[in-house]
């Protein structure tokens, strides 16, 4: 989360990547390092110990979350 808000009080656009388990304390450290607001992009839990087939899987189908939450825009 540090790193995330690092990022973001530099104006950079973030997300934060928090497995499922972990949401709520993601959510109360975001707004003790004063980013109540924080876009988190809740992954699966857990991930430790997944295959690589399966990680490139979840990689694959949060992606396209993980740009709109930046609000990038896609073709």
Known sequence: MRDAVITLD??????AGVCEE???HGSTMA???GHPKMEL????????GRSDEDLAQIAEQYYPKLL???GAKTA
């Open 41 to 48: 992009l809740i992954l699966p839990y857990p991930l430790e």
């Open 31 to 33: 707004g003790v390092l």
């Open 22 to 24: 972990f949401v709520q």
């Open 10 to 15: 530099l104006k950079i656009p973030t997300v």
């Open 68 to 70: 709109q939450q930046l």
